[in-house]
């Protein structure tokens, strides 16, 4: 199974990025590594926070589950020898960034119907609605 056989419920759209497969974004970031953590033990950090994510953004989805499991595994084995600090800490960059929009931007969608489809945002993506006024009031 391929994270692409999620079909369009895993599509994302961000200012400046449109992704299909939001894993597809580690090949274009750049960006500062924390310098409180050796290399390897921020990458194994993101290894785990990005696994935690995937198990919060994909809850009760065992298909969508798999395939970002497999995403995951799979980004990281073929980085694995990568022995360049600068190129390491550009990937860490992209891992974070992907990890930032999966949890920020992804939603589940469940088919109710042929054409219809219930959205379950998790509690951490609901924000408070403040109603737009036309007519600002004035200060006294």
Do not use: W
Not at 66 to 74: H, P
Not at 99 to 124: A, Y
Request: glycine content about 4%; aromatic content about 4%.
């Amino acid at each position: 199974m391929h994270a692409s056989d999620l079909g369009p419920a895993l599509s994302i759209s961000t200012p400046g990025v449109s992704v299909r497969d939001p894993f597809r974004v580690l090949a274009n970031c750049t960006g500062p590594q924390s310098p409180t953590l050796k290399p390897s033990d921020e990458v194994l950090q993101l290894f785990k926070t990005l696994h935690r994510t995937r198990q919060q953004v994909f809850k009760n989805d065992a298909r969508a589950l798999e395939a970002a499991r497999i995403k995951i595994n799979e980004e990281f084995k073929c980085n694995k020898t990568e022995t360049s600090p600068k190129k390491i800490e550009e990937l860490i960059k992209i891992g974070s960034d992907v990890e930032l929009i999966l949890r920020t931007s992804v939603i589940q969608g469940i088919h109710t119907d042929h054409n219809t489809l219930k959205l379950v945002p998790r509690k951490d993506l609901l924000i408070e609605n403040v109603p737009y006024c036309d007519a600002p009031t004035q200060k006294q």
